[in-house]
Nanobody
Framework: QVQLVESGGGLVQAGGSLRLSCAAS????????MGWFRQAPGKEREFVAS????????SYADSVKGRFTISRDNAKNTVYLQMNSLKPEDTAVYYC??????????WGQGAQVTVSS
């Protein structure tokens, strides 16, 4: 079992920055591929970014490419999402995900990000 807790969400003006953190307990995150997803009101959950086990490979949704950066610190069992140049359309609940084909799929409880225009 892996428990994931997101933090760092909040209210920010357009053009501002926030950094989300996802802290894990229960198992070391090194064994999992990690991702961030988001869900805006009335919309389906969508992929934002992912990072592989070692941090050597990252992937981003086109809508955030060049503005968001995903990273991980396996020693701290934490994954981060640095969000710059935020736009009102980035407003959503952001979820951390840990995924392993053998160990399972886990989600955090979500962190609200609100970007005002």
């Amino acid at each position: 079992q892996v428990q994931l807790v997101e933090s760092g969400g909040g209210l920010v003006q357009a053009g501002g920055s926030l950094r989300l953190s996802c802290a894990a307990s229960g198992r070391t995150l090194y064994r999992y591929s990690m991702g961030w997803f988001r869900q805006a009101p009335g919309k389906e959950r969508e992929f934002v970014a992912s990072i592989n086990y070692s941090g050597s490979i990252t992937s981003y949704a086109d809508s955030v490419k060049g503005r968001f950066t995903i990273s991980r610190d396996n020693a701290k069992n934490t994954v981060y999402l640095q969000m710059n140049s935020l736009k009102p359309e980035d407003t959503a609940v952001y979820y951390c995900n840990a995924r392993s084909p053998t160990l399972g799929d886990y989600w955090g409880q979500g962190a609200q990000v609100t970007v005002s225009s």
